[in-house]
């Protein structure tokens, strides 16, 4: 079964540095999506990041970037640049290629200091 | 605007009653998806849709039930035979066309027992 570990209940960073959270999954698929989701105090959850596993190429978006190690099962989420806006709950999830479930993780807590 | 809605924000059940939440989608897409969130938890699937007039339980369908009538609108209705309820509700949809595989989510629906 497909499982996504992140192991950071939560993390903090200063104010316009930069931060990055882990998350590795477990799977025997070899053609899968992989995101990462920002659930803010409103509660809504937005996408922040995605990647396609055929793709060696590390998704980039804007201050976003993820470290895509498929051999390892890694998907780690790197912030720059920090802001307040920033703080969130942060949710990696796993979507295999086969079929509609996307498998999460528990999430990391990001709190972002001034 | 293109986007999902939920409603109500809040709802309030009685021991016994059945309730139902709504989502709506004006995005085109096919695919509707149900998810419960508990706190500090990641979520899990409820149920979800591919087409009109077809749907799939979740990992978490004991005491729910759907409806896919139209294409815009997946109901969940949260009946007396879950014992558990209280936990905030995130309606889902997505293209589910090759890579046009990701979910985009409403804002949420906390529910509450009286």
């Known amino acids: 079964a497909q499982t996504v570990t992140q192991s950071q209940p939560e993390m903090s960073v200063q104010e316009a540095e930069t931060v990055t959270l882990s998350c590795t999954y477990d799977?025997?698929?070899?053609?899968?999506?992989l995101f990462w989701y920002k659930q803010p105090p409103s509660r809504q959850m937005i996408l922040v990041i995605r990647?396609?596993?055929?793709k060696q190429q590390n998704a980039t978006e804007n201050r976003f970037s993820v470290n895509f190690q498929k051999a390892a099962k890694s998907f780690s989420l790197k912030i720059s640049d920090s802001q307040l806006g920033d703080a969130a709950m942060y949710f990696c999830?796993?979507?295999?290629?086969?079929?509609?479930?996307?498998?999460w993780g528990a999430g990391t807590k990001l709190i972002i200091k001034p | 605007d293109g986007g999902i809605t939920q409603s109500p924000k809040y709802l309030f059940r009685k021991e016994g009653q059945n309730v139902t939440l709504s989502c709506e989608q004006n995005?085109?897409?096919?695919?509707m998806y149900w998810y419960r969130q508990d706190p500090g938890q990641g979520l899990r699937l409820i149920y979800y849709?591919?087409?009109?007039?077809?749907?799939q339980k979740g990992d978490i369908a004991e005491g729910y039930s759907v409806s896919r009538e139209k294409k815009e609108s997946f109901p969940l209705t949260v009946t007396s035979a879950q014992k558990n309820p209280t936990a905030f509700y995130l309606c889902?949809?997505?293209?589910?066309?090759?890579?046009?595989?990701?979910?985009?989510f409403g804002p949420g629906t906390r529910l509450l027992v009286l």
């Open positions: 999830a796993y979507l295999m290629d086969s079929n509609y479930q996307l498998i």
């Open positions: 995005l085109n897409h096919d695919a």
């Open positions: 849709s591919q087409i009109v007039n077809d749907f």
């Open positions: 889902a949809s997505s293209m589910r066309t090759g890579w046009q595989e990701t979910q985009y």
């Open positions: 990647q396609e596993a055929y």
């Open positions: 799977t025997s698929e070899s053609d899968y999506y």
